[in-house]
Protein backbone atom coordinates (compact mmCIF):
# COMPACT_ATOMS: atom_id res chain seq x y z
CA UNK A 1 0.00 0.00 0.00
CA UNK A 2 2.68 2.50 0.87
CA UNK A 3 4.87 1.75 -2.05
CA UNK A 4 1.33 2.49 -4.25
CA UNK A 5 1.00 6.03 -2.49
CA UNK A 6 4.17 6.69 -3.11
CA UNK A 7 4.27 5.82 -6.95
CA UNK A 8 1.05 8.20 -7.41
CA UNK A 9 2.61 10.76 -5.53
CA UNK A 10 6.24 10.33 -8.28
CA UNK A 11 3.68 10.60 -10.41
CA UNK A 12 1.76 13.53 -9.73
CA UNK A 13 4.81 15.51 -8.98
CA UNK A 14 6.41 14.41 -12.15
CA UNK A 15 3.36 15.95 -14.19
CA UNK A 16 3.42 19.00 -12.09
CA UNK A 17 7.20 19.39 -13.07
CA UNK A 18 6.47 18.71 -17.04
CA UNK A 19 3.62 21.49 -16.28
CA UNK A 20 6.28 23.60 -14.88
CA UNK A 21 8.71 23.30 -17.80
CA UNK A 22 6.09 23.56 -20.42
CA UNK A 23 4.75 26.81 -19.13
CA UNK A 24 8.29 27.69 -18.85
CA UNK A 25 8.79 26.97 -22.54
CA UNK A 26 5.87 28.93 -23.22
CA UNK A 27 7.16 31.90 -21.71
CA UNK A 28 10.40 31.62 -23.70
CA UNK A 29 8.57 31.21 -26.85
CA UNK A 30 6.38 34.20 -26.19
CA UNK A 31 9.90 36.38 -24.83
CA UNK A 32 11.43 35.65 -28.46
CA UNK A 33 13.10 38.45 -29.50
CA UNK A 34 14.42 39.18 -33.28
CA UNK A 35 17.39 41.16 -33.89
CA UNK A 36 17.02 43.19 -36.78
CA UNK A 37 19.82 46.21 -38.02
CA UNK A 38 19.09 48.97 -40.53
CA UNK A 39 22.63 50.78 -41.95
CA UNK A 40 22.98 54.17 -43.19
CA UNK A 41 25.37 54.28 -46.00
CA UNK A 42 24.94 57.59 -46.41
CA UNK A 43 22.25 57.54 -49.29
CA UNK A 44 21.32 54.11 -49.52
CA UNK A 45 19.87 52.15 -46.66
CA UNK A 46 19.29 48.33 -46.09
CA UNK A 47 18.31 45.81 -43.36
CA UNK A 48 20.84 43.26 -41.77
CA UNK A 49 18.80 40.31 -40.19
CA UNK A 50 20.42 36.53 -38.71
CA UNK A 51 21.15 34.56 -41.84
CA UNK A 52 19.57 31.30 -40.59
CA UNK A 53 15.89 32.57 -40.82
CA UNK A 54 16.10 33.89 -44.15
CA UNK A 55 17.82 30.82 -45.56
CA UNK A 56 14.99 28.76 -44.37
CA UNK A 57 12.94 30.95 -46.78
CA UNK A 58 15.63 31.55 -49.48
CA UNK A 59 17.86 28.62 -49.57
CA UNK A 60 20.20 29.81 -52.67
CA UNK A 61 21.29 31.54 -50.14
CA UNK A 62 22.20 29.01 -47.72
CA UNK A 63 24.83 27.87 -50.72
CA UNK A 64 25.38 30.95 -51.50
CA UNK A 65 26.93 32.09 -48.27
CA UNK A 66 27.41 29.30 -46.15
CA UNK A 67 27.64 30.24 -41.98
CA UNK A 68 27.52 33.64 -42.15
CA UNK A 69 25.75 35.13 -39.56
CA UNK A 70 23.93 38.05 -40.74
CA UNK A 71 23.05 39.02 -44.14
CA UNK A 72 22.26 42.39 -45.34
CA UNK A 73 19.50 43.11 -47.83
CA UNK A 74 19.34 46.63 -49.87
CA UNK A 75 17.27 47.28 -52.68
CA UNK A 76 17.68 49.25 -55.68
CA UNK A 77 18.11 50.73 -59.30
CA UNK A 78 19.83 47.29 -61.76
CA UNK A 79 22.16 49.52 -64.05
CA UNK A 80 23.41 52.41 -60.96
CA UNK A 81 23.76 49.81 -58.23
CA UNK A 82 26.14 47.55 -60.20
CA UNK A 83 27.98 50.13 -61.77
CA UNK A 84 31.75 50.20 -61.83
CA UNK A 85 31.45 54.09 -62.79
CA UNK A 86 28.81 55.95 -62.13
CA UNK A 87 28.19 58.54 -64.98
CA UNK A 88 25.37 61.41 -65.30
CA UNK A 89 24.07 59.45 -67.48
CA UNK A 90 23.08 56.72 -65.42
CA UNK A 91 22.18 58.68 -62.61
CA UNK A 92 19.92 60.88 -64.43
CA UNK A 93 18.31 57.14 -66.05
CA UNK A 94 17.90 55.79 -62.46
CA UNK A 95 15.87 58.76 -61.01
CA UNK A 96 13.76 59.82 -63.63
CA UNK A 97 12.86 56.41 -65.52
CA UNK A 98 11.33 53.42 -63.84
CA UNK A 99 13.75 50.66 -64.49
CA UNK A 100 14.94 47.41 -63.44
CA UNK A 101 16.07 46.34 -59.92
CA UNK A 102 18.25 43.96 -58.11
CA UNK A 103 18.58 42.91 -54.41
CA UNK A 104 22.71 43.55 -53.18
CA UNK A 105 23.20 40.65 -50.23
CA UNK A 106 26.42 40.94 -48.02
CA UNK A 107 27.55 37.87 -45.79
CA UNK A 108 28.32 39.94 -42.60
CA UNK A 109 30.60 38.09 -40.37
CA UNK A 110 28.94 39.46 -37.08
CA UNK A 111 26.86 42.08 -35.53
CA UNK A 112 26.59 44.73 -37.81
CA UNK A 113 27.58 47.62 -35.56
CA UNK A 114 30.94 46.38 -35.29
CA UNK A 115 30.73 45.15 -39.14
CA UNK A 116 29.92 48.62 -40.25
CA UNK A 117 31.58 50.72 -37.96
CA UNK A 118 32.22 53.18 -40.22
CA UNK A 119 28.31 53.20 -40.75
CA UNK A 120 25.23 55.02 -38.58
CA UNK A 121 23.72 51.44 -37.50
CA UNK A 122 20.28 51.28 -35.65
CA UNK A 123 18.77 48.43 -33.70
CA UNK A 124 15.80 47.40 -33.07
CA UNK A 125 13.90 44.24 -32.25
CA UNK A 126 10.77 42.68 -33.00
CA UNK A 127 8.25 40.15 -32.06
CA UNK A 128 7.76 36.50 -33.70
CA UNK A 129 5.22 37.48 -36.14
CA UNK A 130 7.05 40.80 -37.22
CA UNK A 131 10.07 39.72 -38.25
CA UNK A 132 8.46 37.14 -40.03
CA UNK A 133 6.32 39.55 -42.26
CA UNK A 134 9.54 41.46 -42.63
CA UNK A 135 11.45 38.24 -43.72
CA UNK A 136 8.06 37.52 -46.06
CA UNK A 137 8.91 41.57 -47.47
CA UNK A 138 12.43 40.69 -48.19
CA UNK A 139 11.94 37.37 -49.69
CA UNK A 140 9.04 38.98 -51.70
CA UNK A 141 11.25 41.45 -53.34
CA UNK A 142 13.40 38.75 -54.56
CA UNK A 143 12.48 37.80 -58.49
CA UNK A 144 12.08 34.21 -59.04
CA UNK A 145 11.80 32.16 -62.53
CA UNK A 146 8.83 29.57 -63.90
CA UNK A 147 11.18 27.12 -60.80
CA UNK A 148 11.20 29.43 -58.11
CA UNK A 149 14.49 29.71 -58.19
CA UNK A 150 15.98 33.68 -57.38
CA UNK A 151 18.31 34.77 -60.11
CA UNK A 152 22.01 35.44 -59.03
CA UNK A 153 23.74 38.34 -61.49
CA UNK A 154 26.82 40.11 -60.69
CA UNK A 155 28.81 40.02 -57.60
CA UNK A 156 28.28 42.46 -54.68
CA UNK A 157 30.12 45.93 -54.29
CA UNK A 158 31.74 44.90 -51.24
CA UNK A 159 32.73 42.28 -48.98
CA UNK A 160 31.45 38.97 -49.67
CA UNK A 161 28.13 39.48 -51.55
CA UNK A 162 25.91 39.11 -54.37
CA UNK A 163 23.58 40.64 -56.75
CA UNK A 164 20.14 38.72 -57.66
CA UNK A 165 16.94 40.45 -59.85
CA UNK A 166 14.43 41.98 -57.81
CA UNK A 167 10.94 43.00 -58.76
CA UNK A 168 9.53 46.24 -58.60
CA UNK A 169 10.79 49.35 -60.76
CA UNK A 170 13.18 51.93 -59.37
CA UNK A 171 12.68 55.68 -59.92
CA UNK A 172 12.57 58.87 -58.06
CA UNK A 173 9.59 57.75 -56.24
CA UNK A 174 10.46 54.45 -56.04
CA UNK A 175 14.12 54.61 -54.41
CA UNK A 176 16.23 52.17 -52.25
CA UNK A 177 15.21 53.93 -48.85
CA UNK A 178 11.10 53.81 -49.56
CA UNK A 179 12.33 49.75 -50.08
CA UNK A 180 13.53 50.36 -46.67
CA UNK A 181 10.07 52.05 -45.19
CA UNK A 182 8.14 49.61 -46.80
CA UNK A 183 9.64 46.83 -44.74
CA UNK A 184 9.57 48.68 -41.71
CA UNK A 185 5.99 49.24 -42.33
CA UNK A 186 5.28 45.23 -42.91
CA UNK A 187 7.20 44.70 -39.53
CA UNK A 188 3.72 46.66 -38.45
CA UNK A 189 5.87 49.86 -37.95
CA UNK A 190 3.25 53.10 -37.98
CA UNK A 191 5.75 54.63 -41.09
CA UNK A 192 4.11 56.82 -43.60
CA UNK A 193 6.32 55.28 -46.85
CA UNK A 194 5.13 58.08 -49.23
CA UNK A 195 8.35 60.48 -48.50
CA UNK A 196 10.54 58.17 -47.17
CA UNK A 197 12.82 58.45 -50.20
CA UNK A 198 16.18 59.40 -48.61
CA UNK A 199 18.59 57.73 -46.02
CA UNK A 200 18.27 60.75 -43.54
CA UNK A 201 14.30 60.04 -43.38
CA UNK A 202 14.92 56.40 -42.72
CA UNK A 203 17.46 57.09 -39.46
CA UNK A 204 15.41 60.07 -38.68
CA UNK A 205 12.13 58.12 -38.40
CA UNK A 206 13.67 55.59 -36.53
CA UNK A 207 15.72 58.90 -33.75
CA UNK A 208 11.99 60.25 -33.48
CA UNK A 209 10.51 56.99 -32.47
CA UNK A 210 13.28 56.23 -30.39
CA UNK A 211 12.44 59.49 -28.66
CA UNK A 212 8.64 59.17 -27.89
CA UNK A 213 9.17 55.51 -26.65
CA UNK A 214 8.12 53.34 -29.54
CA UNK A 215 11.76 52.06 -29.84
CA UNK A 216 14.25 51.19 -27.17
CA UNK A 217 17.18 51.37 -29.97
CA UNK A 218 19.75 50.71 -26.70
CA UNK A 219 18.45 47.45 -25.36
CA UNK A 220 19.61 44.23 -26.04
CA UNK A 221 16.73 42.14 -27.75
CA UNK A 222 17.06 39.52 -24.58
CA UNK A 223 15.67 42.48 -22.09
CA UNK A 224 12.45 42.82 -23.83
CA UNK A 225 10.04 44.61 -26.45
CA UNK A 226 12.14 47.37 -28.71
CA UNK A 227 9.22 48.06 -30.55
CA UNK A 228 5.49 47.97 -29.73
CA UNK A 229 2.89 47.58 -32.22
CA UNK A 230 -0.22 49.73 -31.33
Known amino acids: MKNHSLLIALLI ?11 FAAEIDKSARNEVYVVNHGWHTGFVVPA ?29 YQAEEITSGVTLKAIFLPTD ?32 SLVDFISNSFYRDESGNILK ?7 DSQFYKAKGDF ?6 NKWTAKGLESAGMNIST ?16 ESTGRIDLNRSCEKGILFKTQ
Not at 13 to 18: L, Y
Not at 171 to 176: A, E, G, K, M, P
Request: aromatic share 12%.
Open 194 to 209: TFKLTAGSIMNYLSRE
Open 52 to 80: SDIQQVIPELKNRFGNAPYIEFGWGDNEF
Open 171 to 176: HIFNTC
Open 101 to 132: SVVHAVAVTRKADKYFKHSEVEKFCLEDSEFI
Open 153 to 159: LNNGIYG
Open 13 to 23: AANMVIGLIKC
